[in-house]
C-alpha cells in the first residue's frame, strides 16, 4: 500500500512539475494518470 502511494505522489508530482514549467501535459498522460487512479481506488474499495 505504501509502495503504490509512493508511485502515484511520484507521478502526480512529475504532471506539477511539467505544468510549473508551463510544458503541455498530453490528453494521454491525465489519461493514463486517471485509468491508475480508478485502478487503486478500485482495489482499495474491494478489501
Avoid at 9 to 18: F, K, M
Avoid at 25 to 42: C, G, H, K, N, P
Wanted: aromatic share 10%.
Amino acid at each position: 500500500m505504501k509502495r503504490l502511494a509512493e508511485v502515484f505522489a511520484e507521478e502526480r508530482s512529475n504532471l506539477e512539475q511539467q505544468w510549473d514549467r508551463g510544458d503541455s501535459v498530453s490528453t494521454e498522460d491525465l489519461r493514463i494518470a486517471l485509468q491508475r487512479y480508478r485502478t487503486f481506488f478500485q482495489r482499495l474499495l474491494s478489501v
